[in-house]
């Protein structure tokens, strides 16, 4: 017989939790995008992943997703997103994900997604939109610059060039605010540093209030409900602190709840179930539901297996042709549309007093929006 792993004994108490629960709250860092071979910048270096002699190789993650980036150095900063939303769009979500969403769909009482991750790749895995809050924003949609009351538009045309030796964009291309008469510098859909320009929109706040209706549900009802984080760190917390706070209110509200952590780095602590590893090591482990309204059976299981040891590889092998076709021109045409369904256009009726009153009193059941995004490992 083959040993039992530390994984699979994970594995099998993770599935003994998933089966207990009545509800379920998936809340997700950078560690799970990683495992779908999305770079993650750790301590904010860029060193290792343009090449050297550009400028963006010495500076710091931190020092691009900024709003002062996209005003003093915007060939830089689009260079750089529109990279980020081509990695996006050719690395598929992984099995992760799916053995995620056949739980989810299996829960008496329903499931929530929260995440950072700006990626999309929840929508692409196929979980509900109205199941969803994407704390952070997407890249799978714009705003402007200077106006967050103008609203958000979908990305799915926009094309911006740059080089990928110098990772420079090329100006022209650079997308403009839709918004009659503005014209001023579009940017990515996204919180960045020192954001207070990031647009709520009617999608963004429908999200949060479907959260907090999940929430409150969860806690009149009192329900047995399975928290699951996975690939959240301490460096950039929004998702670590707002699950803590989750399990703090249900708790208060007599509701049961189990902490689970998946983490490389997570170390035991009181009231969590902490295991130190990445996501995929547990998660392809986890078998399915017994009845589910989709049966995930062992032959989707086998495949979803085989696929993922060319997704693991797909960021790896379109930065090596990228690489080889830059040897014969110094420029191409990158496109940002993101492969998941393009996100409607929504009306840009939010107020700049509605954005800065959300922006910062997110709500009774949130804690406060940081000034921050995306890496959190």
Request: hydrophobic share 40%; net charge negative.
């Amino acid at each position: 017989p083959a040993p039992v792993t530390m994984e699979v004994v994970q594995a099998d108490r993770l599935r003994s939790l998933l089966q207990q629960a009545d509800t379920l709250l998936i809340a997700c860092g950078a560690g799970m995008s990683a495992d779908s071979g999305l770079p993650v910048y750790h301590n904010g270096s860029l060193e290792a992943d343009f090449p050297p002699d550009s400028r963006i190789a010495k500076l710091r993650y931190q020092d691009l997703a900024t709003p002062e980036a996209f005003e003093t150095m915007a060939e830089v900063a689009w260079a750089f997103y529109a990279h980020r939303m081509r990695q996006f769009s050719s690395c598929k979500p992984h099995l992760g994900y799916d053995v995620l969403l056949q739980w989810a769909k299996h829960m008496p009482e329903g499931y929530f997604v929260l995440t950072s991750n700006e990626d999309g790749h929840f929508r692409a895995a196929g979980f509900a939109e109205d199941c969803l809050w994407e704390r952070h924003g997407s890249c799978l949609k714009l705003q402007c610059t200077s106006a967050a009351q103008h609203g958000s538009w979908p990305a799915t045309t926009v094309a911006v060039k740059y080089d990928p030796h110098t990772m420079l964009a090329d100006q022209a291309s650079l997308p403009h605010c839709r918004a009659y008469r503005c014209k001023k510098l579009a940017r990515p859909h996204v919180l960045l540093f020192q954001d207070n320009a990031f647009c709520i929109d009617r999608e963004y706040t429908t999200q949060q209030k479907n959260y907090q209706a999940w929430l409150r549900r969860c806690c009149e009802a009192k329900l047995n409900v399975l928290v699951i984080e996975i690939g959240c760190g301490v460096a950039v917390p929004t998702i670590r602190e707002q699950v803590q706070h989750v399990a703090m209110e249900l708790r208060s509200a007599q509701a049961k709840v189990t902490m689970v952590r998946i983490n490389p780095l997570a170390v035991p602590e009181a009231e969590t179930v902490s295991m130190a590893c990445h996501a995929l090591q547990v998660l392809r482990l986890v078998s399915p539901p017994q009845a589910s309204t989709e049966p995930h059976d062992s032959k989707r299981l086998r495949d979803l297996t085989g696929e993922q040891e060319v997704r693991s590889s797909a960021c790896n092998v379109a930065a090596q042709q990228e690489a080889d076709t830059a040897t014969a021109t110094t420029s191409r045409t990158v496109s940002t549309a993101c492969s998941p369904p393009a996100v409607e256009a929504l009306a840009c009726g939010d107020s700049a007093a509605e954005h800065k009153h959300l922006a910062t009193n997110p709500g009774p059941t949130s804690p406060p929006m940081q000034n921050a995004h995306a890496v959190e490992e």
